[in-house]
């Protein structure tokens, strides 16, 4: 019997955990600058209105998904505006068509829902609107079907860019679907950490089978997935390092080492990366091929002529300025220790812009780390699992 309660206690406790108290403070500021907003745009006082436009208490519902749980689907501007007009359509019709009070409430929460499942907007708030519409049918009756766009519409819609603008002040996002955003390449594939090899209809069905998604966006459980296959990669790659993968006998090149030698290293050897150290052997910074076609690139616009004599100028070709490792490397390239785990590595290889991860010891630089590297070592891990 003691078990038995002290189960049924634990499942009657909280669901969620804190969150923490720079969310909850962001979240309670959010909720001062959105109501203050809201009575700025709305009268608090029904009857000081000429136009309708009031403060309806399923506001401060609202205000709570909107600014405390921004990435919900049921916050989202459509679940929002949409769910609480819709869900006071209901209520004003109840109040129109129907004399029976308690009648009215009884239909009111539950028609509503209807609603607003079938317009795909729900919003938890929608079912209190419609229970105040019909408990205080004054306004309704004043006001008729109107009462639907103001105040509930136009309140619920002043609530968003507030929210948009509190989101973004406070590093979050708000509307939390958006469209895909183009790639570091500029393209419209997903990130390489996000690409699941399911598609977007494989997910939603998963969440419709689930019954979560009123619970959580496809977006969301693309991220939840990526970021569970990242974590199970560390674990498979656990107690390896990047002293134990990194290439140490390294090719590298001084700052003041013309361009047209880098040039020639990166033909004769294949590389796709080049360190750049000084005389002692102290890091300053790493070339990738890329900077090389960027230069030239550079070069030809800002003389308006094409890219292969953009390229050649660049080399110091024709008398021009000869351009120097110095003026083509990338000195603030991630660096890591011959200590830290290759598995650190993965965000940084699979998503930024650097085909490579110097390692350094001290000021000095150990090692270097490529893509091939880590694939080579992930790869091998795989096969003594397997």
Request: hydrophobic fraction near 50%; include cysteine.
């Amino acid at each position: 019997m003691r078990s038995f309660l002290r189960q049924t206690l634990r499942h009657a406790g909280p669901a969620m955990g804190f969150t923490g108290w720079t969310e909850s403070l962001r979240a309670t500021a959010g909720m001062f600058v959105g109501m203050v907003a809201l009575i700025l745009f709305l009268s608090p006082d029904p009857g000081a209105s000429a136009w309708g436009l009031f403060v309806i208490a399923p506001f401060g519902a609202s205000a709570v998904l909107l600014f405390a749980l921004p990435n919900s689907p049921l916050a989202q501007p459509w679940s929002a505006v949409v769910g609480n007009a819709v869900s006071a359509l209901v209520g004003v019709a109840l109040v129109l068509t129907i004399d029976v009070a308690d009648l009215r409430v009884v239909l009111a929460p539950a028609l509503a829902v209807l609603a607003m499942h079938l317009c795909r907007a729900l919003h938890p708030p929608g079912g209190a609107v419609a229970l105040a519409t019909v408990l205080s049918p004054h306004a309704a009756e004043e006001l008729g079907f109107l009462y639907v766009l103001m105040p509930v519409a136009l309140g619920t819609a002043a609530l968003v860019p507030v929210a948009a603008l509190a989101a973004a002040m406070t590093g979050r996002r708000y509307p939390f679907r958006q469209p895909s955003q183009p790639g570091p390449q500029g393209t419209t594939d997903p990130r390489p950490l996000e690409r699941l090899g399911v598609s977007r209809a494989e997910l939603a069905g998963l969440l419709q089978d689930f019954r979560q998604s009123a619970n959580i966006g496809v977006e969301d459980l693309a991220r939840l997935i990526s970021a569970a296959e990242l974590l199970a990669a560390q674990h498979h790659s656990e107690g390896v390092t990047c002293g134990e993968i990194m290439s140490r006998d390294l090719v590298t090149v001084r700052p003041d080492t013309p361009l047209t030698e880098v040039a020639a290293i990166f033909r004769s050897r294949g590389f796709t990366s080049l360190p750049v150290v000084e005389a002692d052997g102290s890091y300053k910074g790493v070339i990738f091929q890329i900077h090389l076609i960027r230069r030239g690139v550079e070069e030809a616009q800002l003389r308006g002529t094409r890219f292969v004599a953009g390229l050649a100028r660049m080399l110091g070709a024709g008398g021009s300025p000869v351009v120097r490792a110095r003026d083509v490397m990338d000195p603030h390239v991630p660096v890591r220790t011959s200590e830290t785990p290759i598995h650190a590595l993965l965000p940084l290889l699979a998503e930024g812009p650097n085909d490579a991860v110097p390692i350094l010891s001290g000021a000095r630089i150990a090692g270097i780390v490529t893509r091939t590297d880590l694939i080579a070592a992930l790869a091998h891990q795989r096969k003594e699992e397997g």
